[in-house]
């Protein structure tokens, strides 16, 4: 039975240093993500802000919500894809407590042994669509190239996943084939 390790709580500050290195992109990433999520709110029709006048003055804040705020502030706001499906400020909280409590009681671990990934996969396509096509409705006509061109990194590098299991499941990789007989093809790895 998982139980809570509250030892382990505080004894990774010995590594602050080093996991300083990704924290402070990541914390950038998340920022970012947080203001996107906000702005695709408010696009659906939810106006966000932390103060309760704001919405009269027109003032627009940048993040409003941090992430050590509590889950029941959090639950409050939801993204626009959680609401075109019918989900609501509960939904939102109940999800927070509940990342929360299978986080601490390890259970997060055992349910992702239990349920394989391909079943989680079809929730997140759908949920990606909503978004995506969110993008292209909420924006004007003339971003459309700007949406498409922010696509491209990802399909790319979704693309060269692929090339590296395929070549890996043949027991090979892109540099054992050659890069040039890559391009041969029509393959551009470098480039992907």
């Not at 627009?60 to 705020?69: E, M, T």
């Not at 959090?74 to 999800?95: E, F, H, N, V």
Request: charged share 15%; aromatic share 8%; glycine share 10%.
């Amino acid at each position: 039975m998982p139980i809570p390790a509250f030892d382990h709580v505080f004894s990774g500050f010995e590594f602050l240093g080093v996991i300083l290195v990704t924290a402070i992109p990541f914390g950038i990433y998340d920022l970012v993500e947080a203001m996107d999520n906000v702005e695709s709110a408010e696009a659906a029709g939810d106006e966000l802000s932390d103060h309760p006048r704001a919405h009269r003055r027109r003032r627009r804040q940048p993040d409003r919500l941090p992430d050590g705020q509590p889950v029941h502030q959090r639950g409050l706001y939801r993204p626009s894809g959680w609401k075109a499906m019918g989900g609501r400020i509960g939904y939102s909280a109940a999800t927070g407590v509940m990342v929360i409590v299978l986080s601490w009681f390890g259970i997060i671990s055992v349910l992702l042994a239990l349920v394989p990934v391909v079943a989680i996969s079809p929730i997140l396509l759908y949920i990606g669509m909503l978004i995506g096509a969110q993008a292209f409705q909420t924006t004007p006509a003339t971003h459309a190239p700007a949406i498409v061109l922010a696509l491209t990194p990802h399909l790319a590098a979704w693309c060269k996943t692929l090339m590296d299991g395929a070549l890996g499941a043949a027991g090979t990789n892109a540099a054992a084939v050659g890069m040039d007989k890559l391009g041969q093809m029509g393959v551009l790895y470098h480039g992907l």
